[in-house]
């Protein structure tokens, strides 16, 4: 009996161990899409126009060396269509950005491999842990070779950026993998006594995901669009409140959905309002809830906190879009950034949230 308790023990300590671990990955993982943003945002994506895995782990390190970067960058359409007039010293500035997001990336996959490597020789992984860390790689290795063909298609024709499409399919893969590992995590951290019986809750809670997960592939059409500058002004859109010119060009069909920027930005708005709404009535599900636990009982109204913020960040972000000077970081781009940031949380706080919402009857 002793020894099924100590072994029981020793599970649950390797089990915290396992999931600090991948906590370290989930803020390392905020990071790098962080740093995505502000390559995004100070168009520093394509001034690297290779995938050296290896090779590509450092950056010139003689001028020689810069230099003839500088000149694959010069073969760019965006060089020729753009940035024509930039100097070394111009392209070393965006280059940094997108190397460290490379670096880090890399630094992302060495942290978890080690940490892999380490915990399995130790012996501190259960059976049942060796399936969702392959799924674990396999998302990340996934997601390096999406960085690649997002980047490929802005390196082509008379491309001047990525493809807003691909740039939505990198960010949103990148939220996944975000969320898996954090899943993980809390598996691991919060045993199931702390989880309160809701299956009304729970489902509404899928119902807000799954209308975030489209908020947020909007959300990178934007940035891919630049679609903030299409319509600075709020509550309106350029002085209409529900069918602006340009909402619906007939030639486009579906296609305005992603490629108009008038109705790529009525989406992003319209879906944050409903948002709202749908988190209003889940914090009055999670508050009917009998309380077994306190975790669940203080995380009640994080989610409506932050779609607040979220949306709040989001009008002051469009706002300022006419602050926007090329090549130059100000106002609209800090915002954005802390904008992409609050999305994130409150995508976590929702997981957090699902998570201690079981399936079960609500407590009579």
């Known amino acids: 009996m002793s020894s099924s308790i100590s072994n029981i023990g020793q599970q649950q300590k390797n089990d915290k161990q396992v999931a600090y671990w991948l906590i370290a990955g989930v803020i390392m993982v905020i990071i790098q899409i962080a740093l995505g943003g502000i390559t995004r945002l100070t168009g520093s994506g394509l001034s690297i126009t290779e995938w050296d895995v290896i090779t590509g782990a450092l950056p010139p390190l003689s001028h020689e060396k810069w230099v003839e970067e500088f000149a694959k960058y010069q073969q760019t359409p965006q060089f020729k269509l753009l940035n024509a007039d930039f100097n070394l010293s111009d392209f070393k500035s965006i280059f940094f950005w997108e190397w460290f997001h490379r670096f880090w990336a890399r630094l992302l996959g060495v942290v978890f491999a080690i940490g892999f490597a380490y915990f399995a020789v130790k012996g501190k992984f259960r059976k049942e842990m ?27 024709g008379d491309a001047v950026y990525v493809k807003p499409t691909r740039l939505a399919v990198h960010f949103v893969m990148a939220l996944i993998l975000l969320a898996y590992v954090f899943w993980f995590a809390l598996k691991l951290l919060i045993p199931p006594v702390q989880q309160n019986d809701s299956a009304p809750a729970r489902k509404w809670i899928c119902i807000i995901a799954g209308v975030l997960l489209v908020q947020l592939a909007y959300g990178a059409l934007m940035a891919g669009h630049k679609g903030a500058t299409a319509a600075s002004t709020w509550p309106d859109i350029n002085g209409y409140l529900l069918n602006p010119p340009g909402l619906y060009v007939a030639d486009h069909g579906m296609l305005n959905f992603i490629d108009n920027k008038i109705m790529v930005h009525f989406m992003h708005r319209g879906i944050a309002y409903l948002l709202i709404v749908l988190t209003i009535v889940l914090t009055f599900k999670l508050k009917a809830i009998t309380n077994k636990s306190q975790k669940l009982q203080k995380a009640a109204m994080w989610p409506l906190l932050f ?50 919402v079981k399936p079960g009857k609500i407590a009579k």
């Not at 060796?130 to 980047?151: C, D, H, R, S, T």
């Not at 469009?318 to 970081?329: D, E, G, R, T």
């Open 130 to 156: 060796i399936k969702p860390f392959v799924v674990l790689f396999v998302l990340g290795a996934l997601q390096g070779a999406i960085g690649w063909v997002m980047v490929a298609s802005g390196l082509v």
């Open 307 to 356: 779609i607040f913020i979220q949306v709040l960040l989001g009008i002051l972000t469009v706002l300022n879009a006419k602050s926007i000077i090329p090549n130059s970081w100000g106002i609209f781009e800090n915002l954005a950034q802390i904008h992409q940031l609050i999305g994130m949380v409150f995508m976590l706080v929702l997981i957090y949230v699902f998570y201690l």
